[in-house]
């Protein structure tokens, strides 16, 4: 059940289901007439044979206020590749791949490196950030939205609420972050939002006092959800992480950048599920482990930007007092989850406590022992800047079988 309740620091804009889809189409059609829409897709190879993926194709298919999609292939050689266009060709809009694996992105990625520019490790912030490049590449943007590619609940109601708010002329939003209820088949999911996010910047609030960084974070519904949306004009200023920190990465350039009253959130679903990943306790390079390390880390760093010191005593109270927090708030869930009929494991979101508690003792002595890491892959404008034909080298003829329409 929607509520009227907002933050007083950004927009909060709900679902009362009071505006049918077919409206908000329309008026979507008629933005994109004077502030074409375009839609990028950070999807591995192995996405294509899932069914969510087939299903978000699909619904794309009958979408007509898209003009361009834009989709970053990852972990594909030239026979997926080959698939991967097929796979995509049914689409009416203007379709694009960007083959990260393929001769010619590597082409570019080794020009970068020669300006000691390119992205350091693979990744989603990677694919996304190519893609970033080459819609600037495309000059044929007014609004920009990205989602994930393993969304099994996905429909055209989520695509329009995400577009809608910075699409619409008479808003006057740059950015749109997607939020909704992380519950599906009986229990409630989102682990890392729930017992590392929220808990870990309220214990920070505790210790370090007021701090309008920690508010922002803290007033976002979802602050890890992968669905966001923004003017085509701030692709060339963002700077994205090439970890797991990139939502909240994301949200910090936010932060940094922009006026409150140029920021919203908005309720994409009822209800919303994708694929999980595991959890990986025994190997902190993996799954949730290595996500809570980075997402962690990048909290750490934006604070330390604005004076905050830290030391491996602070990092050790810090572990206290989340711990204390989270276990107090997996109480409260536990509450919430049988006031609504829904399972609840105790023991394992305790345990999953236990483990982000270290994983949060991890990220501090990473931080403190490596002071020059920099997950941040450059701007698109000091690429610009240093080299302007990379840029341009998107767009020519010599490398269209890399950014080849799916028609072509």
């Known amino acids: 059940m929607p509520d009227f309740h907002q933050n007083g620091v950004i927009a909060t804009l709900h679902n009362f289901n009071t505006k049918k889809i077919e409206e908000i189409e329309k008026d979507l059609l008629s933005f ?106 495309l000059k044929d943007s007014g609004t920009v939205a990205m989602h994930d590619c393993d969304i099994i609940t996905y429909d055209k109601n989520l695509l329009a609420k995400l577009f809608y708010p910075v699409a619409n002329p008479k808003f006057s939003f740059d950015f749109c972050k997607g939020f909704y209820p992380r519950v599906a088949q009986g229990k409630m999911n989102g682990r890392v939002t729930r017992l590392l996010v929220t808990p870990l910047v309220k214990s920070l609030q505790k210790m370090v006092g007021y701090n309008e960084y920690l508010n922002f974070l803290d007033i976002f519904k979802y602050p890890l959800a992968g669905e966001f949306s923004f003017k085509y004009d701030l692709l060339n200023d963002i700077r994205v992480p090439h970890d797991w920190g990139l939502e909240v990465g994301i949200l910090s350039e936010m932060y940094r950048n922009f006026a409150n009253n140029r920021i919203c959130q908005v309720d994409l679903a009822e209800t919303y599920e994708h694929k999980h990943q595991e959890v990986s306790k025994n190997n902190r390079q993996k799954g949730l482990s290595k ?111 890399l950014t080849l329409p799916t028609k072509a």
């Open 291 to 401: 996500m809570t390390i980075d997402i962690s880390k990048a909290i750490f760093r934006k604070l330390a930007t604005q004076g905050q010191v830290f030391s491996h005593e602070k990092f050790r109270s810090l572990k206290a007092t989340y711990f204390r927090m989270a276990l107090d708030m997996v109480q409260i869930y536990k509450t919430d989850a049988e006031m609504n009929g829904l399972d609840f494991d105790v023991h394992k979101e305790e345990e999953m406590v236990e483990l982000f508690a270290q994983n949060i003792i991890e990220a501090g002595k990473i931080f403190l022992e490596s002071p020059s890491e920099n997950p941040n892959i450059p701007t698109w404008r000091r690429i610009d800047s240093a080299d302007p034909t990379i840029l341009d080298s998107f767009n020519t003829v010599s490398y269209t079988h």
């Open 32 to 137: 994109s007439k004077t502030s074409p829409m375009t839609l990028i897709l950070p999807s591995l190879y192995s996405e294509l044979e899932k069914p969510a993926l087939t299903y978000i194709v699909n619904t794309l298919k009958k979408i007509k206020y898209i003009k361009n999609v834009v989709i970053g292939l990852d972990q594909a050689n030239k026979n997926e590749f080959l698939k991967a266009k097929k796979f995509f060709s049914v689409l009416p809009q203007k379709t694009y791949i960007l083959w990260n694996d393929g001769p010619r992105l590597k082409k570019i990625d080794q020009a970068l490196s020669n300006l000691d520019l390119s992205p350091t490790e693979k990744g989603k912030g990677r694919n996304i950030w190519y893609c970033m490049g080459f819609v600037i590449s």
